[in-house]
């Protein structure tokens, strides 16, 4: 049986996520079995997610996933390089993933692969320091060393967001695994919709404005309950950036480089999250990295909180062939993994104070609903089951 490794946040899932599972399923003729790494309930762009991580491992399991494997916080709200780390120590560590797939805009893995090995050469880091300057952001000057060693071509795909991230897996896949890429269908990322797909921005937009009918025909599972939103929790991170000291935020992960300062600054002019990141944004700092480092500041992450490696696997749900694969990672990973959340107390001091710190980011992602959910989730919720998988 081949195992396929996916690095999701599924936020929420979609059809274009079922098309890259099924996709993936279809490039192997032979009984395949798919583990995603997905992003607990904060995500990359510096946000929370829809809904909570069990919800959107429902989801993902109903829509053709065997096994979810959380990739922790403090991993998931990185940057690019730091979130590609995160997830393929993962993947490594499981143990049973033989091959990655992701999708990406140009569908060819050849071309990526070679962006990869220049990013990691000792001669890309040498032109970089020479393009790197005050008024360019640092994306714009690894794409013109790029370009000097690659061409236009290739440096033109680090332009599209998947294609980018997929670079970034590739530049830290495990020895041993293959890679393959899906190329993405229908609608663009943050786009509208394109036929039978929509971007995962659209639905979040009409999730959270209440309209669940029109975002019904794109989902796996109905939708039910509230969305969150970080609007529930805008005066309260305006309210962390006005109290921290300048020395306290420069301690954050992304904090350096006068990005810290400006974003405290910015703080102290409005009390309204999209104005706050348009105050702190320039050319330099990009939206992204601003969001999260506000959301850094938020959940109280700091440098210091972030291992060179995750510690331990949690397991977030799985069927009954996810069930096959979790008794092979009994002989066959290299880190400790739990099913239950009481099993973490067997796990190292390192890996037990990082999910005392997942048990707090979890508490404070409750407050991000219109009705706030009580503290103490991560020690109540056990993984989602599903017993019977699909083919």
């Known amino acids: 049986m081949k195992t396929i490794g996916i690095v999701a946040e599924y936020n929420p899932f979609h059809s274009g996520h079922a098309y890259h599972i099924q996709a993936s399923r279809w490039l192997f003729q032979e009984e395949t079995a798919i583990v995603a790494v997905m992003s607990g309930n904060w995500v990359q762009r510096g946000e929370c997610a829809i809904t909570d991580k069990w919800t959107r491992t429902e989801m993902a399991l109903r829509g053709g996933v065997d096994l979810v494997l959380e990739l922790p916080t403090v991993w998931a709200v990185a940057s690019a390089e730091g979130f590609a780390r995160g997830t393929m120590a993962i993947l490594e560590a499981a143990g049973v993933v033989d091959v990655l797939s992701f999708g990406s805009e140009t569908g060819e893995i050849t071309p990526l692969l070679e962006l990869a090995r220049c990013l990691n050469s000792p001669v890309f880091s040498l032109v970089l320091r020479q393009e790197l300057g005050p008024k360019k952001s640092f994306a714009q000057c690894r794409r013109s060393a790029v370009e000097r060693l690659l061409g236009p071509g290739r440096a033109a795909l680090l332009d599209t967001p998947n294609n980018n991230l997929g670079v970034e897996y590739l530049r830290f896949l495990p020895n041993g ?205 056990n993984p989602v089951v599903i017993r019977k998988h699909k083919n």
């Open 177 to 381: 695994m293959e890679a393959v890429t899906i190329a993405r269908q229908g609608a663009v990322h943050d786009g509208e919709t394109a036929g039978t797909h929509a971007s995962a921005s659209l639905l979040r937009r009409w999730l959270r404005a209440g309209e669940v009918s029109r975002a019904f025909p794109f989902q796996s599972l109905p939708w039910k309950g509230e969305a969150a939103d970080m609007a529930w929790c805008e005066r309260a991170l305006i309210a962390r950036l006005r109290t921290m000291t300048l020395e306290e935020a420069e301690a954050l992960p992304g904090g350096g480089d006068g990005l810290a300062a400006r974003l405290l600054c910015a703080a102290r002019q409005t009390a309204k999250l999209e104005e706050l990141y348009s105050l702190t944004k320039t050319r330099t700092y990009a939206h992204a990295r601003v969001r999260r480092l506000a959301l850094c500041a938020l959940l109280g992450i700091h440098k210091e909180d972030v291992p060179a490696a995750p510690p331990y696997i949690r397991v977030l749900g799985f069927n009954e062939r996810g069930q096959e694969l979790l008794r092979e990672m009994n002989t066959r990973a290299s880190l400790p993994f739990f099913v239950k959340p009481a099993h973490n107390r067997r796990l190292s001091p390192q890996a037990q104070a990082l999910f005392a710190l997942e048990e707090r980011f979890t508490d404070l992602f409750g407050l991000c609903f219109p009705t706030p959910r009580p503290g103490g989730l991560e020690w109540t919720r």
